[in-house]
């Protein structure tokens, strides 16, 4: 689960980590009270979970009174859109918050290394840009530490990792502050993710979060009441709405063929084989354990209504799930939906070979029916026009 800025900057600051003083605004008349009793001169920021939010005329500073109302009302106006241009998120809240003098930008973050099997912080002199960015023209300007859970992030541990970013002295023992309360957000917290982009230094020597970036794991709701207010929140992707819905695991992507899968290892190794094959992936969706006529429906639905979609992609493993189950789930569920694009449909596992028959069966320009992932994954990518 995704938070807004603000609410990162809300949850960080259960836990001590320094933010700067705002507020979050749906309306001018809000933006406006807030700025009025924190001052000026003070940024107004687009709360949309998208980055690039700031090339798209969502983050502006506003020096006065009038400033800050014709700021408000164009950034409650827009829509941002990601980098294909093809998504877009509607603005409905802003965050208001006092503009900071800084010195120098940092990056911050808490995840898990799941080859590693621990967790893994990363901290940068170079903050301010996308750490990937970093990553691929500077790798050597991130500092990594390897955290075992069962242990944890010992001070000792914590001050040789700040000191191998070589972040200017002033910063360091600031730094070390914040990182320790990061930490508790990223543990306690029960986040998958815990960033600050940019931690910023300022002229006073003083280190806190300008940016907050905080995905919550939803494994842990359950200890976690509080997180009923973040449900619901606006993804901006009418398609991952629409899944959710059906309680389908999908995530959207911007290639052309649409991707059916169960099990999300083998739904993430289709969209790598479509990639490999040259095409590109329009989704990721997981359809789970039951690949029945209902549940294939469901998930067609979603693919169908996804107009950059030209070939549907049904990649099936049968372990307990059934092949000619599978198979015959997919012919009572072509004859349900009015699909726009054709099926390519690779079956393996248990009765595949009665699976497969079922399908040869009613095969046609729109059901094909290939044996193996490769085969399968070249034959979607070539209907597909090579995207």
């Given at each position: 689960m995704d938070l807004l800025e603000y609410q990162g900057k809300q949850y960080f600051s259960k836990?001590?980590?320094?933010?700067?003083?705002?507020?979050?605004?749906?309306?001018?008349?809000?933006?406006?009270?807030?700025?009025?009793?924190?001052?000026?001169?003070?940024?107004?920021?687009?709360?949309?979970l998208i980055g690039g939010r700031g090339k798209q005329g969502g983050v502006k500073i506003a020096n006065n009174l009038e400033e800050l109302k014709m700021h408000a009302e164009n950034i409650l106006k827009l829509t941002i859109y990601d980098r294909t241009g093809t998504i877009g998120y509607p603005v409905k809240v802003v965050w208001i918050e006092r503009a900071s003098d800084?010195?120098?930008e940092y990056y911050a973050s808490f995840t898990l290394d799941r080859s590693q099997k621990k967790h893994l912080g990363m901290l940068s002199a170079e903050g301010?840009?996308?750490?990937?960015?970093?990553?691929?023209?500077?790798?050597?300007?991130?500092?990594?530490?390897?955290?075992?859970?069962?242990?944890?992030?010992?001070?000792?541990?914590?001050?040789?990792?700040?000191?191998a970013a070589k972040l200017n002295p002033k910063a360091e023992q600031g730094t070390?502050?914040?990182?320790?309360?990061?930490?508790?957000?990223?543990?306690?917290?029960d986040a998958s993710l815990a960033e600050i982009n940019p931690l910023i230094l300022t002229p006073e020597g003083k280190v806190h979060a300008l940016?907050?970036?905080?995905?919550?794991?939803?494994?842990?709701?359950?200890?976690?009441?509080?997180?009923?207010?973040?449900?619901?929140?606006?993804?901006?992707?009418?398609?991952?709405?629409?899944?959710?819905?059906?309680?389908?695991?999908?995530?959207?992507?911007?290639?052309s063929v649409g991707i059916i899968a169960n099990g999300a290892g083998l739904a993430m190794s289709t969209v790598d084989i479509i990639t490999q094959v040259g095409g590109k992936a329009a989704n990721f969706l997981d359809i789970?354990?039951?690949?029945?006529?209902?549940?294939?429906?469901?998930?067609?639905?979603?693919?169908?209504?996804?107009?950059?979609?030209?070939?549907?992609?049904?990649?099936?493993?049968?372990?307990?799930?059934?092949?000619?189950?599978?198979?015959?789930?997919?012919?009572?569920?072509?004859?349900?939906?009015?699909?726009?694009?054709?099926?390519?449909?690779?079956?393996?596992g248990t009765n595949a070979e009665l699976g497969r028959?079922?399908?040869?069966?009613?095969?046609?320009?729109?059901?094909?029916?290939?044996?193996?992932?490769?085969?399968?994954a070249k034959t979607a990518v070539a209907m597909a026009g090579g995207n």
């Open positions: 836990y001590g980590v320094p933010v700067s003083e705002g507020g979050a605004a749906e309306t001018v008349e809000q933006a406006v009270e807030i700025a009025e009793r924190i001052g000026y001169p003070a940024v107004i920021k687009a709360q949309v800084i010195s120098e301010g840009v996308e750490i990937e960015v970093v990553a691929e023209n500077n790798p050597d300007a991130i500092s990594k530490i390897w955290i075992d859970p069962v242990v944890g992030l010992t001070d000792e541990a914590l001050t040789a990792w700040v000191k070390i502050d914040i990182l320790r309360k990061l930490y508790d957000v990223y543990i306690k917290g940016d907050a970036k905080v995905t919550l794991d939803e494994a842990a709701a359950y200890r976690h009441p509080e997180w009923a207010e973040f449900v619901g929140l606006d993804s901006g992707d009418e398609r991952e709405r629409a899944a959710a819905e059906k309680d389908l695991q999908y995530v959207g992507l911007d290639g789970g354990g039951g690949a029945n006529a209902d549940r294939m429906v469901d998930a067609l639905t979603v693919i169908n209504d996804d107009p950059a979609v030209k070939v549907i992609f049904i990649n099936i493993f049968g372990g307990i799930t059934r092949c000619d189950d599978v198979a015959n789930g997919i012919v009572q569920a072509k004859s349900r939906v009015n699909l726009k694009a054709p099926l390519v449909v690779r079956l393996d028959k079922i399908l040869v069966d009613n095969a046609s320009d729109t059901l094909i029916m290939k044996p193996d992932m490769l085969s399968a």
